[in-house]
């Protein structure tokens, strides 16, 4: 199916099955991770994010597989041109260490109270301390260039 079917299925179901003035938030992995790694069309996510923003609806993605250099960009939601209001990351963010993190628009991250958001996962320093280091070892070695080049070569296979 074309993103054009999808856009329309959407707007279909709005009218149908759910009203969108209902719907808080659409989530989406921007590289289906245990769906068989599917990578929708380049128009896709733009779409799904014009649809979301038509009616008020936050667009999140759920980078917690595809995200941290895993495809040649900080987020795979960078290579479909969009910019989403909240995006979830973990697993590659901590180097192994058990860590997750969102981040988002300001006016959606600041909303929070100071104090309000925990977890059991919340704050250790030693997944801290490792997610740094995932960052400085992804910056310092080239990572970014190494997985869009590794990319280009399965691409071409």
């Known amino acids: 199916a074309t993103a054009e079917t999808f856009a329309h299925y959407l707007e279909d179901a709005f009218k149908r099955s759910v009203a969108p003035e209902s719907v808080a938030a659409v989530i989406a992995e921007p590289v ?5 790694f599917v990578i929708p069309p380049r ?7 014009n649809i979301c923003r038509k009616h008020g609806i936050l667009f999140i993605a759920d980078e917690v597989q595809s995200g941290f250099a895993r495809t040649g960009k900080w987020f795979a939601s960078e290579h479909f041109g969009i910019e989403p209001d909240l ?5 590659s963010l901590g180097g ?10 300001a006016d959606i991250m600041d909303a929070p109270g100071v104090g309000s958001l ?9 997944s801290c301390a490792a997610a740094l280091a995932a960052i400085e070892t992804i910056e310092k070695n080239g990572l970014l260039a190494r997985s869009t080049a590794i990319g280009k070569h399965f691409e071409q296979r």
């Open 118 to 126: 925990g977890g059991t996962y919340c704050g250790h320093p030693a």
């Open 96 to 105: 192994g260490m058990p860590i997750a993190a969102v981040t988002g628009r």
């Open 43 to 49: 128009e896709y996510f733009k779409l799904l994010q």
């Open 32 to 36: 289906l991770g245990e769906g068989g």
């Open 87 to 91: 995006i979830t990351m973990a697993k």
